[in-house]
């Protein structure tokens, strides 16, 4: 008998599902009621060539701890992913069947129940190995599988049949008398419905078509049928190598390298997100447009389409959005362009009115004018008129009147028309002024969540998606759900899976799961991809079951990560494993970013204005590209090279006058004014020796929320940033009083252009609206960067060049290939 070697599952790859961390399965101590565990199993043995060459083998637990308390999977543990210590166990010969407790027989392959502490489910695994221990003892190796409880989206299991079940890579080595009834699993595709699912399930217990992996709370596709099936007991020992093979099988490779993928961007903002998206798919080669943008905010929608004048923009709810495509595609029905619907239902019907009352379908008498209707220019849904009656409206051009006299009308009101609605819908169709299910490649977006927000003291902790202002992340997975798009990304604060114990963050990948998608989450820092500004924001990638699931580009920046990360979530952080062995560039800082731009004053008003010196530094110069030489950019350049919104937030006198007492040093602030003080416990008190000062408006110059701001602990009150600073991140409020805005060594806030640079906008990106509007435009904008470097993945994905594994190393001098 040779004694045996099974490959250890860590192979020191971060995207190797293998290198998750493994749950220590603790399962309870059957073995003391047994005195010869040997005689429990009838086994039969692995013919010799089977049997693996090397005299040890690891074990996924240690023996010692057979008799630890049981605890459930999937509770916090798992998903924070910590690895537990590994041991050799040498492996003195292998079977292939075993009769466990003399009543249930086992075979290789076979999926089973394993015993569980009191009150608690059976574990279900499947059986990959059946081996004896030196000690004599007879063990198996389990591959477990998770029920939607015991992964990362746990409350919302909900969401999720309870017949289904998820595959992951983790396997240990357990007593063999812990398993304690065979279990039929079935694996069924990916791409069907529950109901379709489950009667394939025939006899079985559950069914399982997608895989789940700890490291970036990955749920992705199976390998390939035979490869966690087979009886062989290699088959289920090296799964490495195989699992490449895998993706490569079911994703489609696609060669679409021109052709447009059609984007729509969700709660849009000005625009950041699908930007960068779009600026990092075509550098790959993929031509991603933004075909559609909603948002609810009137500034944001006009920034938007001025810099992206190819996108449908829609200055409307998401929720009224969703509503209006529902309605839309019954439209296109009804006119026959798609199948489906019921035939012309929104057509006159001819018997309707052949009594002739006097009054017309509006209510108007027929003795008043009727107006006639020249031209359907626009459609929505919701209360345009602010008549208290939602529904479908047309925007409507009248006859013999001009633009200033267009109204929104009622659809079911225009019954007479239909010849002009008619136009309007063919043309809307073959112009797609809305998506159909099945047009749009990418939905992109950040649901607003403010009922998360750590600022907001009000958050509805027990039942958050109860709370209206949460209620966008459900519209946002019902948008995914109607239009199935090839992928999608949503982003987030963090907060999305720290509050409520991360319950939003996990009704979000329950939703996309429940829907077929493969999904996985990570936390990205805006400066690790050459910012000088921390933010660290959830993203979200979610993937059609034909398409390969995006990868998250590793950080090309060194720049440390603020460890706001959730203990659950730490291995979703995006973050080199090595940070040694990465090769990173420098981080960058605040001068590094901004100290070109030529000063302002606090009363600047001037929207443009030249840039006046050189760019100094590599940041700068590739900030200041024109569109045309912008890696990425696809369109018409016909932008003037000036310098826009330079123009700060306008300081009140008083608050003024504050600043300019500030010194012009690092880490100055109301602290610096006369009459503070700093006690020895870093808290601020007056100066009983200097009179308190006062502004020529009366006010004090040290003003009282500055010293009670967090206890008189903080620094951030009129607080100069500085040149070698990173900031937190850069806010959508540009005022001074608790929060560090002020510039290096001008008496103002930054402009709205030096915001915008931190977040990595380019310069040739102009925004619209008041002051305070384009300010909040900007620090609501997922950093350019990074959304740059997600469009470089999701092109890698679509086009089927992705490599395997979670992430991924941009190619060197990324964007500038
Ligand atoms: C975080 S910002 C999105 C920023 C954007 N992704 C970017 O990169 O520029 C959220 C946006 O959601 C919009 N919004 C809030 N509630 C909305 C709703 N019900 N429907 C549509 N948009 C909404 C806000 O106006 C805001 O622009």
Same mark, same amino acid.
């Given at each position: &008998?040779?004694?045996?070697?099974?490959?250890?599952?860590?192979?020191?790859?971060?995207?190797?599902?293998?290198?998750?961390?493994?749950?220590?399965? *603790?399962? *309870?101590?059957?073995?003391?009621? *047994?005195?010869?565990?040997?005689?429990? =199993?009838?086994?039969?043995?692995?013919?010799?060539?089977?049997?693996?060459?090397?005299?040890?083998?690891?074990?996924?637990?240690?023996?010692?701890?057979?008799?630890?308390?049981?605890?459930?999977?999937?509770?916090?543990?798992?998903?924070?992913?910590? !690895?537990?210590?590994?041991?050799?166990?040498?492996?003195?010969?292998?079977?292939?069947?075993? +009769?466990?407790?003399?009543?249930?027989?086992?075979?290789?392959?076979?999926?089973?129940?394993?015993?569980?502490?009191?009150?608690?489910?059976?574990? $279900?695994?499947?059986?990959?190995?059946?081996?004896?221990?030196?000690?004599?003892?007879?063990?198996?190796?389990?591959?477990?599988?998770?029920?939607?409880?015991?992964?990362?989206?746990?409350?919302?299991?909900?969401? $999720?049949?309870?017949?289904?079940?998820?595959?992951?890579?983790?396997?240990?080595?357990?007593?063999?008398?812990?398993?304690?009834?065979?279990? *039929? $699993?079935?694996?069924?595709?990916?791409?069907?419905?529950?109901?379709?699912?489950?009667?394939?399930?025939?006899?079985?217990?559950?069914?399982?078509?997608?895989?789940?992996?700890?490291?970036?709370?990955?749920?992705?596709?199976?390998?390939?049928?035979?490869?966690?099936?087979?009886?062989?007991?290699?088959?289920?020992?090296?799964?490495?190598?195989?699992?490449?093979?895998?993706?490569?099988?079911?994703?489609?490779?696609?060669?679409?390298?021109?052709?447009?993928?059609?984007?729509?961007?969700?709660?849009?903002?000005?625009?950041?997100?699908?930007?960068? +998206?779009?600026?990092?798919?075509?550098?790959?080669?993929?031509?991603?447009?933004?075909?559609?943008?909603?948002?609810?905010?009137?500034? =944001?929608?006009?920034?938007?389409?001025?810099?992206?004048?190819?996108?449908?923009?829609?200055?409307?709810?998401?929720?009224?959005?969703?509503?209006?495509?529902?309605?839309?595609?019954?439209?296109?029905?009804?006119?026959?362009?798609?199948?489906?619907?019921?035939?012309?239902?929104?057509?006159?019907?001819?018997?309707?009115? !052949?009594?002739?009352?006097?009054?017309?379908?509006?209510?108007?008498? +027929?003795?008043?004018?009727?107006?006639?209707?020249?031209?359907?220019?626009?459609?929505?849904?919701?209360?345009?008129?602010?008549?208290?009656?939602?529904?479908?409206?047309?925007?409507?051009?009248?006859?013999?009147?001009?633009?200033?006299?267009?109204?929104?009308?009622?659809?079911?009101?225009?019954?007479?028309?239909?010849?002009?609605?008619?136009?309007?819908?063919?043309?809307?169709?073959?112009?797609?002024?809305?998506?159909?299910?099945?047009?749009?490649?990418?939905?992109?977006?950040?649901?607003?969540?403010?009922?998360?927000?750590?600022?907001?003291?009000?958050?509805?902790?027990?039942?958050?998606?109860?709370?209206?202002?949460?209620?966008?992340?459900?519209?946002?997975?019902?948008?995914?759900?109607?239009?199935?798009?090839?992928?999608?990304?949503? !982003?987030?604060?963090?907060?999305?899976?720290?509050?409520?114990?991360?319950?939003?963050?996990?009704?979000?990948?329950?939703?996309?799961?429940? &829907?077929?998608?493969?999904?996985?989450?990570?936390?990205?820092?805006?400066?690790?991809?050459?910012?000088?500004?921390?933010?660290?924001?959830?993203?979200?990638?979610?993937?059609?079951?034909?398409?390969?699931?995006?990868?998250?580009?590793?950080?090309?920046?060194?720049?440390?990560?603020?460890?706001?990360?959730?203990?659950?979530?730490?291995?979703?952080?995006?973050?080199?494993?090595?940070?040694?062995?990465?090769?990173?560039?420098?981080?960058?800082? $605040?001068?590094?970013?901004?100290?070109? +731009?030529?000063?302002?004053?606090?009363?600047?008003?001037?929207?443009?204005?030249?840039?006046?010196? @050189?760019?100094? @530094?590599?940041?700068?110069?590739?900030?200041?590209?024109?569109?045309?030489?912008?890696?990425?950019?696809?369109?018409?350049?016909?932008?003037?090279?000036?310098?826009?919104?330079?123009?700060?937030?306008?300081?009140?006198?008083?608050?003024?006058?504050?600043?300019?007492?500030?010194?012009?040093?690092?880490?100055?602030?109301?602290?610096?004014?006369?009459?503070?003080?700093?006690?020895?416990?870093?808290?601020?008190?007056?100066?009983?020796?200097? !009179?308190?000062?006062?502004?020529?408006?009366?006010?004090?110059?040290?003003?009282?929320?500055?010293?009670?701001?967090?206890?008189?602990?903080?620094?951030?009150?009129?607080?100069?940033?500085?040149?070698?600073?990173?900031?937190? @991140?850069?806010?959508?409020?540009?005022?001074?009083?608790?929060?560090?805005?002020?510039?290096?060594?001008?008496?103002?806030?930054? @402009?709205?252009?030096?915001?915008?640079?931190?977040?990595?906008?380019?310069?040739?990106?102009?925004?619209?609206?008041?002051?305070?509007?384009?300010? &909040?435009?900007?620090?609501?904008?997922?950093?350019?960067?990074?959304?740059?470097?997600?469009?470089?993945?999701?092109? &890698?994905?679509?086009?089927?060049?992705?490599?395997?594994?979670?992430?991924?190393?941009?190619?060197?001098?990324?964007?500038?290939?």
């Amino acid at each position: &008998m040779t004694n045996s070697k099974r490959k250890s599952s860590s192979n020191g790859n971060i995207a190797d599902p293998a290198s998750a961390s493994v749950p220590e399965k *603790k399962i *309870k101590g059957v073995k003391e009621e *047994k005195e010869d565990l040997s005689n429990a =199993a009838v086994v039969v043995e692995v013919p010799a060539s089977n049997d693996r060459d090397s005299p040890v083998r690891i074990s996924g637990r240690k023996t010692e701890k057979k008799e630890e308390k049981t605890k459930t999977i999937g509770s916090a543990e798992i998903a924070k992913g910590t !690895e537990p210590p590994k041991e050799f166990i040498q492996a003195k010969r292998h079977f292939t069947e075993a +009769l466990v407790d003399g009543r249930v027989h086992f075979k290789l392959g076979d999926d089973g129940y394993v015993q569980a502490g009191e009150g608690e489910d059976s574990y $279900i695994c499947r059986v990959v190995e059946m081996f004896e221990g030196l000690d004599g003892e007879s063990y198996f190796c389990a591959q477990w599988f998770y029920r939607a409880k015991d992964t990362v989206i746990q409350a919302c299991s909900n969401l $999720i049949d309870d017949k289904r079940v998820f595959l992951s890579e983790i396997k240990d080595d357990n007593p063999l008398d812990c398993l304690i009834e065979k279990l *039929k $699993i079935v694996r069924v595709p990916l791409d069907a419905e529950v109901g379709t699912k489950r009667s394939m399930l025939s006899n079985g217990n559950y069914y399982y078509d997608m895989s789940y992996l700890v490291p970036f709370s990955t749920f992705q596709n199976l390998p390939p049928d035979n490869e966690v099936d087979g009886n062989e007991s290699d088959s289920t020992i090296s799964s490495e190598s195989d699992s490449n093979v895998a993706v490569a099988k079911v994703m489609k490779i696609k060669d679409d390298k021109r052709s447009v993928m059609r984007m729509l961007d969700l709660y849009s903002g000005c625009g950041a997100m699908s930007t960068g +998206l779009c600026l990092g798919a075509n550098i790959a080669n993929v031509n991603l447009v933004t075909r559609w943008a909603v948002d609810l905010n009137t500034y =944001a929608c006009e920034s938007l389409k001025l810099n992206h004048p190819e996108t449908e923009v829609r200055n409307e709810s998401a929720e009224d959005f969703l509503l209006l495509l529902k309605e839309w595609e019954k439209l296109c029905q009804s006119f026959s362009l798609v199948g489906g619907g019921d035939p012309m239902s929104v057509e006159k019907d001819e018997t309707e009115n !052949e009594e002739d009352d006097g009054v017309d379908d509006n209510g108007v008498g +027929l003795d008043e004018e009727i107006f006639e209707v020249e031209k359907v220019l626009s459609i929505c849904y919701g209360d345009p008129k602010e008549i208290k009656k939602r529904g479908l409206y047309l925007k409507i051009r009248w006859k013999n009147y001009g633009p200033e006299e267009d109204t929104w009308e009622p659809i079911d009101g225009l019954g007479d028309c239909q010849d002009k609605i008619k136009q309007f819908v063919v043309e809307g169709f073959s112009s797609k002024i809305l998506p159909l299910p099945g047009d749009v490649d990418v939905i992109c977006g950040g649901p607003p969540c403010q009922g998360i927000s750590g600022f907001n003291r009000f958050r509805n902790k027990e039942s958050p998606l109860d709370d209206e202002k949460n209620k966008q992340l459900v519209v946002y997975m019902d948008i995914v759900e109607y239009l199935k798009p090839r992928f999608a990304l949503m !982003e987030n604060v963090v907060d999305i899976v720290k509050f409520a114990k991360g319950f939003l963050g996990r009704y979000a990948l329950g939703r996309l799961v429940s &829907m077929n998608y493969q999904a996985r989450v990570g936390l990205m820092t805006a400066g690790s991809y050459g910012l000088p500004q921390f933010r660290m924001r959830m993203f979200m990638w979610g993937a059609r079951p034909s398409e390969k699931l995006p990868q998250y580009p590793l950080p090309t920046h060194n720049v440390v990560t603020r460890g706001v990360s959730p203990v659950e979530f730490d291995s979703n952080a995006v973050i080199h494993d090595d940070i040694k062995g990465a090769e990173l560039e420098k981080e960058l800082y $605040i001068g590094d970013a901004i100290s070109d +731009l030529p000063p302002v004053s606090n009363d600047e008003e001037r929207d443009k204005i030249p840039y006046g010196d @050189t760019p100094k @530094t590599e940041f700068q110069k590739f900030i200041r590209l024109k569109k045309k030489d912008m890696p990425g950019f696809v369109g018409i350049d016909s932008s003037d090279h000036l310098l826009y919104d330079h123009q700060p937030y306008k300081l009140n006198e008083d608050d003024y006058q504050r600043s300019c007492q500030i010194p012009k040093r690092k880490g100055a602030c109301f602290r610096d004014l006369k009459g503070v003080r700093v006690r020895d416990d870093n808290r601020v008190e007056w100066d009983p020796d200097v !009179e308190r000062v006062y502004l020529p408006s009366g006010k004090p110059l040290v003003p009282d929320y500055a010293m009670s701001f967090v206890e008189g602990r903080s620094t951030k009150p009129f607080a100069r940033l500085w040149w070698d600073e990173i900031v937190p @991140t850069v806010v959508t409020r540009a005022e001074p009083h608790n929060q560090a805005i002020l510039h290096p060594l001008q008496d103002r806030v930054l @402009t709205i252009r030096e915001n915008a640079r931190l977040q990595g906008f380019p310069d040739y990106y102009k925004l619209l609206g008041p002051i305070k509007e384009r300010y &909040m435009q900007v620090g609501n904008a997922v950093a350019v960067p990074v959304a740059r470097a997600l469009g470089y993945s999701l092109a &890698m994905s679509c086009k089927g060049t992705a490599t395997e594994g979670a992430v991924f190393i941009l190619p060197k001098k990324f964007p500038n290939l």
